[in-house]
């Protein structure tokens, strides 16, 4: 029993440590990589480039094109608007639409999508907005709903059930077809937008629902999909143009658009996207739709006209940390690192990664001899300590700390 | 002989036990009169928006005090039995002395978990009366791993009050240190779910490591 609580000691010193030192390492050794950052320009039709080179910021576009700061805000009137505005050299019309400071705010949109946003534990209760008040602002509800075996609204003051008003919704719900539980509630949850769409119901059917309030009376909609489609995600947005209620990702990594009032379900011609480890951004103005799936050692971006057709595509790559000079180091360091968080998630557990290649190795073998010189030193035979051997192969620098931390010195 | 081991293990630890309960009945008596203060002054529909959406853990206050009973427990327990190397009476005893010790941890085990319990239970219904359930559950799955750094602590530094050699005293505590944040490692409400239940086991598996510094004690490692 002894020697068995010697061992998960030297377990929890390998756990510590490889949560301890890489993190270390990282910490002392990692650099910074500045990613490029592209944008779409609608007068050259193509991709214009901001890049940091030897401390220097550099403006080009993907021929090779170098540009001043201010050419290059000028290749990017939409987004640069306000400072074209101010300097005078914004155009009059670009491909022959005049342009309005107005309807390009109008057509201006920009949403972000982070894995972390996607991988994290939903409220289960949700505030449902009055959404023809009458009023300019929105007004946060006094109750909270939440929809399992029913809809149920919880007044947050007396932490009681609201039966009138479940029972209303919920029979609203019960009339259109609606699958109780539900399996996922998307909406915006705040008073701090434009107007209140409500919320965007997946139900056990995997059918999608459009649920609002409107004059303290339920407004339900049941959304036509087409056979076979799933989304595991669903971001609701409040965009001025009201082009559609929101991005779905489907279970394929599709990404989809809602749109407003005739709920058409469209497909953006976009592939390749990973909601797991890949940012998704897309900036929208008068012209085009730039959608960017940015992962921490890649970027990729596909325009799409208005008409949601895709007119470019670029990609880019950029050696990751593993890759550079500062991870080569570390692969012959360590074997492993663990984590209890990643950028990835929001959710906490034992992330393990084991170093690719086996560099380790050689330190592992270096670690190994170096302990059978200290059992000799300390007069102890190598073949009582086989186990500590093994745990050393395996493990390098984290069992090494671990077996001279609780010494294998046993007098039986 | 066993009723006579558990009895002096109470006489030890009595106060410290019944003081660290209270100590932690009155957090949580701080963490309810301040939610219901929040409640009226910042309205309860907001306070809940609060919770939900911008991440206010109203328990915050109590992430350390598990830890710290823990810790205070584990002194309790085992430093009065290294003054003059008084366990070695015990180890005189005719018992196994691997069994002695394992008696021991199990009752300050107990002890910690009616302690825990009770604060749990408090937690739970005072939480219960305030919040809807899908509140309560978050917050019970953010707080589990508060509760297990306590037992984690217990555990740990009971090896390290137990070791007989300062060097190794100063590296155990040294890991302990470093194991400690695993389970306090910032996190959303509900975020520790994935890992509450594999903790929970591992936590378990610490629980023995302590026989290896008594061992060590025992034949006067030096």
Not at chain 1, 194 to 220: T, W
Request: overall charge positive; hydrophobic content about 45%.
């Amino acid at each position: 029993m002894k020697k068995i609580s010697r061992y998960i000691l030297v377990l929890i010193t390998i756990i510590t440590t490889m949560t301890a030192l890489p993190g270390l390492y990282w910490l002392a050794f990692e650099k910074p990589n500045r990613a490029p950052y592209l944008f779409y320009s609608c007068i050259n039709n193509g991709f214009v480039v901001q890049r940091h080179q030897n401390g220097k910021l550099i403006f080009s576009d993907l021929k090779g094109d170098k540009y001043t700061r201010s050419k290059y805000e000028q290749k990017l009137p939409l987004l640069y608007i306000r400072q074209l505005l101010v300097s005078g050299t914004m155009p009059d019309s670009i491909h022959g639409v005049e342009i309005d400071i107005h309807k390009v705010n109008r057509n201006r949109s920009f949403f972000r999508l982070r894995p972390k946003d996607i991988s994290s534990p939903k409220p289960g209760l949700y505030p449902m907005f009055e959404s023809r008040s009458g009023r300019v602002n929105l007004q946060m509800p006094k109750d909270f709903f939440r929809i399992k075996s029913r809809m149920e609204f919880i007044n947050a003051n007396t932490n009681t059930v609201e039966e009138r008003k479940s029972e209303l919704f919920t029979s609203a719900l019960q009339h259109y077809g609606f699958a109780f539980p539900s399996k996922m509630i998307a909406g915006i949850p705040t008073t701090r937008k434009s107007c209140d769409e409500g919320y965007f119901v997946i139900d056990a059917n995997n059918h999608l629902f459009h649920v609002k309030m409107v004059r303290s009376r339920p407004y339900v909609k049941r959304v036509k999909l087409p056979e076979g489609l799933r989304f595991k995600y669903i971001a609701c947005v409040d965009f001025s143009d009201k082009k559609y209620y929101n991005y779905l990702i489907s279970d394929k990594n599709k990404i989809y658009i809602l749109t407003q009032d005739d709920y058409k379900i469209i497909r953006f011609p976009v592939e390749g996207y990973n909601p797991k480890r890949e940012e998704l951004r897309i900036f929208g103005d008068l012209f085009n739709y730039s959608v960017y799936m940015v992962g921490k050692d890649h970027l990729k971006i596909v325009v799409l006209n208005k008409q949601y057709q895709k007119v470019d595509e670029y990609q880019e790559s950029w050696p990751n940390r593993t890759q550079r000079m500062e991870g080569k180091v570390f692969g012959y360091i360590f074997p492993a690192e663990l984590s209890l968080s990643k950028w990835y998630s929001s959710y906490n557990k034992f992330y393990f990664n084991r170093t690719a290649g086996f560099h380790w190795l050689f330190l592992n073998i270096l670690l190994l001899i170096l302990y059978f010189f200290i059992l000799r030193k300390r007069k102890i035979d190598p073949k009582k300590g086989i186990i500590d051997f093994i745990i050393i192969g395996i493990t390098g620098i984290f069992g090494f700390i671990g077996v001279l931390c609780f010494p294998n010195k046993f007098y039986d | 002989m066993w009723k006579s081991i558990i009895y002096k293990e109470w006489i030890k630890v009595r106060w410290y036990l019944i003081m660290l309960t209270l100590l932690g009945i009155l957090v949580l008596g701080i963490i309810f009169l301040g939610v219901q203060h929040d409640k009226i002054f910042s309205n309860a529909n907001n306070y809940w928006y609060a919770i939900l959406f911008n991440g206010l853990q109203y328990y915050s206050i109590l992430k350390f005090i598990p830890l710290l009973m823990g810790i205070v427990f584990a002194f309790a327990q085992y430093y009065p039995e290294i003054v003059n190397k008084r366990i070695k009476l015990t180890f005189h005893l005719p018992l196994d002395e691997d069994k002695v010790i394992l008696i021991m941890m199990l009752f300050g085990m107990v002890s910690l978990i009616i302690s825990y319990g009770i604060m749990v239970f408090l937690f739970w219904g005072a939480g219960s009366f305030f919040f809807a359930r899908e509140i309560v559950n978050a917050a019970m799955i953010t707080i589990t791993p508060w509760f297990l750094a306590g037992f984690g602590a217990y555990f740990l530094i009971a090896t390290i009050i137990l070791e007989p050699i300062w060097l190794y005293r100063i590296l155990y505590t040294v890991i302990t240190v470093l194991f400690i944040p695993l389970y306090l490692t910032d996190s959303v409400s509900g975020g520790y779910s994935p890992i509450n239940l594999s903790l929970t086991v591992f936590t378990l598996v610490i629980s023995v490591s302590l026989l290896f510094s008594a061992y060590r004690f025992r034949k006067g490692e030096m």
